[in-house]
T-cell receptor, first 111, second 118 residues
C-alpha cells in the first residue's frame, strides 16, 4: 500500500525567504505524486503533479517540486515566499485514481 | 465558473442524531468523490461516483454512512446515529471521467462541511 510522510508539522519562514517542504513516499511502482494547498475556509487546490518524464515539475503560484527516486522524495520549493502563501500543504501519492494524502505541513509566514 | 459547492459549511449536532450533507459538483464533471479530513490529518478517501453509480467505497465508510448521487448531478452524504468520532471536515471533489491518470487526478475540491458532534 502507498503512504506519504510529511515530517514537518509546521514550517515558519520570513516573507521573501526561500521555502522547501519535505515529502517522502512509499509506493511499489512508479508513483504519481502531487502537492495540494489548502487555505483556511477553502478547498484543496492542486499546485503541481508528477507522472513521468522531467523530474523537476513546475506548478502554479511559482512553486516547483523535484522527484528523486533514489530518496523516495518529492519536495516542494519556492524561491521567495509571499505572505499569501501561508496555508496548509499536502503531499499525495496516487494509485487507482484515488490519492493518498500526507498529514500536511502548516506554513507560517512572518512579515 | 461556479466550482464545487457544499452545504452546509458547518453543522453542529448531538450524538445519536442523523445528518445529511450536500455536494454540487462542477456541472460537466461525471465523477464525484467524498473525503473525510480530521484535525491534523490529510483527507482520507470515503467513496466515489461515476454518474449515478457508486464505484468504490473505503473501509472507512461504516454502515452508518450512506452516499447517493441519484441523478448523476449533486450528491448527498448521510451519517446516521452520529458519534463524536465522526467530527471532521467532509470534503467533496469532482472530476471529468479520466482518459488517463493525468486527467483522473485533476480533482476540484469544494470548501468542505465541518461537522461537530457534541
Amino acid at each position: 500500500a502507498q503512504s506519504v510522510t510529511q515530517p514537518d508539522i509546521h514550517i515558519t519562514v520570513s516573507e521573501g525567504a526561500s521555502l522547501e517542504l519535505r515529502c517522502n513516499y512509499s509506493y511499489g511502482a512508479t508513483p504519481y505524486l502531487f502537492w495540494y494547498v489548502q487555505s483556511p475556509g477553502q478547498g484543496l487546490q492542486l499546485l503541481l503533479k508528477y507522472f513521468s518524464g522531467d523530474t523537476l515539475v513546475q506548478g502554479i503560484k511559482g512553486f516547483e517540486a523535484e522527484f528523486k527516486r533514489s530518496q523516495s522524495s518529492f519536495n516542494l520549493r519556492k524561491p521567495s515566499v509571499h505572505w499569501s502563501d501561508a496555508a496548509e500543504y499536502f503531499c499525495a501519492v496516487g494509485a487507482s485514481y484515488i490519492p493518498t494524502f500526507g498529514r500536511g505541513t502548516s506554513l507560517i509566514v512572518h512579515p | 465558473d461556479t466550482g464545487v459547492s457544499q452545504d452546509p459549511r458547518h453543522k453542529i449536532t448531538k450524538r445519536g442524531q442523523n445528518v445529511t450533507f450536500r455536494c454540487d459538483p462542477i456541472s460537466e464533471h461525471n465523477r464525484l468523490y467524498w473525503y473525510r479530513q480530521t484535525l491534523g490529518q490529510g483527507p482520507e478517501f470515503l467513496t466515489y461516483f461515476q454518474n449515478e453509480a457508486q464505484l468504490e467505497k473505503s473501509r472507512l465508510l461504516s454502515d452508518r454512512f450512506s452516499a447517493e448521487r441519484p441523478k448523476g448531478s449533486f450528491s448527498t452524504l448521510e451519517i446516521q446515529r452520529t458519534e463524536q468520532g465522526d467530527s471532521a471536515m467532509y470534503l467533496c471533489a469532482s472530476s471529468l471521467i479520466p482518459t488517463g491518470p493525468a486527467r483522473a487526478y485533476e480533482q476540484y475540491f469544494g470548501p468542505g462541511t465541518r461537522l461537530t458532534v457534541t
